[in-house]
């Protein structure tokens, strides 16, 4: 027989459960961790949307079953990367020169990835035309009159310098650079003795409304005169012509202080020093500072993939914001996170490095300097020994003065 008395006790029960301040507590946690997942869900579609510059129905069309979401490269097992670094296109100086060319491939089978730097006076020819220019050119000259070709030319020239296919390419600027490593919460790096770059960022340039301190030095142009010796034979003298003074930047407003330096020793890097620090070149080398670029690369890569940053929403909300306006590729947004999550299986790859260098174990040589200044080309004026060497780089021994990081 129903009881009544019974059925009440149940009812206040229930109602002085849903009313437990605990309770609450716990479902309004639930409520704001669902909605910070749908936020950041969505968020993560948006900029992977912008930065690939892809359509949302084509990335959605990947989400349906049975169509095919393998990457390029992925059947083959070797997926090859080219990665730009750049000013950015709005700031002064060559901003859409590819002033740091890494391409990174991943052998997915065997947990190995290599590093190759192309130096950016590699001169080389742009597709398309006859012309030749410098490497890091050949982005800026695709970027021109709005034509967007800048990653497509790159991976083509590329292509042609290592003899393997360049699948994607991507870019940063110096700030999605610096944001990006700010998010992660910097990174640690040990130097063996301390590192000073006195020359770069206080260079003389031309005065102008930045450059506003003489230096007494002016630029020079070389004017040419014909004259004639006393047997009447023509000759021509060079004489060096004063044509413009030239001036640094006051003090405080140079580009990393005027003069950089970090101690020896341990120490965590932010994302002004960090880029500092891959920028400087002038006191060693364009080869030196592209080992460092390597060295950085994994370093983010390694904090990118630990625990700590994928477990922190704001930390991965940062590392979003540093990508949206600062990073271009022409992955899709699908193609990405596939990517990604085939890396984050080999987090700790072997990595095989090598920098393009002019040095005994290097692939290139500067000729005489002529009409376009210092350059460098492959030895035997061809690519066949650097085809050679992408091609073996996972069986070669390491390039002897690489650090390992």
Same mark, same amino acid.
């Given at each position: 027989?129903?009881?009544? +008395?019974?059925? @009440?006790? &149940?009812?206040?029960? +229930? ?14 946690? $639930? ?14 579609? /948006?900029?992977?949307? =912008? ?9 959605? /069309?990947?989400?349906?079953?049975? *169509?095919?979401?393998? $990457?390029? #490269? ?27 060319? &890494?391409?990174? /491939? ?9 590093? !190759? ?14 012309? @030749?220019? %410098? ?13 967007? =070709?800048?990653?497509?030319?790159? +991976?083509?020239? $590329? ?16 700030? #999605? ?6 998010? *992660? ?12 770059? /006195? ?13 506003? !301190? ?7 142009? !070389?004017?040419?005169?014909? =004259? ?14 004063? +044509? ?6 006051? %003090?405080?407003?140079?580009?990393? #202080? ?36 390597? @060295?950085? *690369?994994?370093?983010? =890569? ?17 590392? $979003? ?29 072997? *990595? ?40 073996? !780089? ?12």
């Amino acid at each position: 027989m129903f009881n009544s +008395k019974s059925s @009440q006790n &149940v009812s206040g029960a +229930k109602k002085r459960f849903y009313q437990k301040k605990g309770f609450k507590i716990a479902t309004g946690i $639930l409520l704001v961790l669902l909605l910070i997942g749908g936020v950041f869900a969505w968020k993560t579609n /948006s900029v992977l949307t =912008k930065i690939s510059g892809g359509g949302i129905l084509g990335n959605l /069309s990947h989400i349906v079953p049975g *169509i095919n979401n393998e $990457l390029k #490269g992925e059947k083959d097992g070797r997926i090859n990367v080219a990665i730009l670094g750049m000013r950015g296109a709005d700031l002064p100086g060559g901003g859409t020169l590819a002033d740091s060319i &890494v391409v990174i /491939s991943i052998l997915l089978k065997e947990n190995k990835v290599s590093m !190759i730097s192309v130096p950016r006076d590699l001169y080389v020819t742009v597709p398309g035309t006859q012309d @030749q220019q %410098k490497i890091n050119a050949v982005h800026a000259y695709g970027e021109q009159d709005g034509k967007d =070709k800048g990653l497509e030319n790159m +991976k083509i020239v $590329l292509g042609n310098v290592l003899g393997i296919p360049i699948h994607y390419a991507a870019s940063i600027n110096f700030a #999605g650079f610096t944001q990006l490593v700010d998010a *992660i919460g910097g990174v640690d790096i040990t130097l063996d003795q301390p590192f000073d770059e /006195s020359m770069q960022f206080n260079e003389e340039h031309v005065c102008d409304s930045f450059f506003t !301190i003489r230096t007494g030095n002016w630029e020079n142009k !070389i004017e040419r005169h014909t =004259k004639h010796n006393a047997a009447g034979v023509a000759y021509v003298v060079k004489t060096k012509v004063p +044509k413009y003074p030239l001036c640094t930047a006051p %003090k405080d407003t140079l580009e990393c #202080g005027g003069d950089f330096k970090l101690p020896a020793g341990k120490q965590t890097l932010n994302g002004a020093n960090a880029l500092c620090y891959v920028r400087s070149r002038k006191t060693s080398s364009d080869f030196e500072r592209a080992k460092r670029q390597q @060295q950085v *690369i994994q370093l983010v =890569k390694d904090k990118m993939l630990s625990i700590g940053t994928l477990a922190d929403f704001n930390k991965l909300n940062g590392i $979003l914001n540093s990508l949206g306006d600062n990073v271009r590729t022409d992955m899709q947004a699908w193609e990405m996170q596939k990517f990604y999550e085939l890396y984050k299986t080999i987090p700790t790859a072997q *990595i095989y490095q090598r920098v393009l260098e002019n040095s005994d174990e290097g692939l290139l040589y500067n000729p005489p300097e002529g009409a376009a200044g210092y350059i460098l080309l492959p030895i035997g004026d061809n690519y066949d020994k650097i085809h050679e060497m992408v091609k073996n !780089i996972f069986t070669l021994p390491a390039q002897s003065d690489i650090k390992p990081k």
